[in-house]
């Protein structure tokens, strides 16, 4: 078969890693997270000192970093200079850090390649911000996931209570807005629907619900 690909953008815990998951699964094909890369750019920053808010910091930063996508039992694992951050990169100051530092040119353009050269070589589902947009504009199916933000925060607060970590709804609500603000307004490739992707609004949604609409509209 022919190699084909599915973007999947939308705002921060619209669902997107976990349809894209389940998708790929299902479809046989393999999932590309590109925020994990943002993020590591970010865990790099925040472990070596450089200002992920600061340009030039980041820019200088971005020399020294190389990030790799492998598999692992059909897990993506990302390493950054051959270390395996995958578990590292989910705190909540990396989040802010990817938002800031996915605002600067450079790191773009630079993930911007892994990400194409993954998709020239294999059938992906890939999710992020710009995918429909930038990074894959000729993708087979162009999915814009949405939810309310109180969804959205409800759903992050669940998932870090049952991972035993304490935290605020109204804060992680704050923050899902900071983070959206600044997807969306930043100059280059910001968040935003194609105009041939077609949204689906998950708030009332099961995940099942909106798989199975995905796999209809292929
Ligand atoms: O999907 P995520 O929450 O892991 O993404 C982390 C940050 O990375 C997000 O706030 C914006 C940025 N990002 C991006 O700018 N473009 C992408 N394709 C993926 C993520």
Redesign the pocket.
């Known amino acids: 078969m022919e190699r084909f690909a599915i973007a999947i953008?939308g705002p921060?815990g619209a669902g997107?890693?976990t349809i894209a998951k389940l998708l790929a699964k299902r479809l046989n094909i393999i999932y590309v997270?590109?925020?994990?890369?943002?993020?590591a750019v970010a865990l790099y920053c925040i472990e070596n000192a450089f200002d992920y808010n600061k340009k030039e910091d980041v820019e200088r930063a971005l020399e020294n970093i190389d990030i790799k996508i492998v598999y692992q039992d059909d897990n993506q694992r990302i390493l950054l200079n051959n270390r395996d951050v995958t578990d590292l990169i989910r705190t909540g100051e990396v989040?802010k850090g990817?938002?800031a530092v996915?605002t600067i040119y450079a790191v773009?353009i630079k993930?911007v390649e892994l990400?194409r050269n993954i998709a020239k070589e294999n059938s992906v589902v890939m999710?992020?911000?710009?995918?429909g947009t930038y990074?894959l504009p000729d993708a087979n199916l162009k999915i814009f996931l949405t939810a309310s933000v109180e969804e959205r925060a409800r759903r992050r607060y669940n998932e870090l209570m049952e991972k035993g970590i304490e935290c605020n709804l109204e804060q992680i609500k704050k923050e899902i807005e900071q983070?959206d603000k600044?997807?969306s307004s930043?100059e280059f490739?910001p968040?935003r629907k194609a105009d041939d992707a077609i949204e689906i609004d998950t708030t009332n949604l099961t995940i099942e619900e909106v798989v199975e609409k995905i796999i209809a509209l292929l």
């Open positions: 953008d921060a997107k890693s997270d590109t925020g994990a890369m943002y993020r989040s990817s938002s996915a773009r993930m990400q999710d992020g911000r710009d995918i990074v983070r600044n997807d930043r490739a968040l």
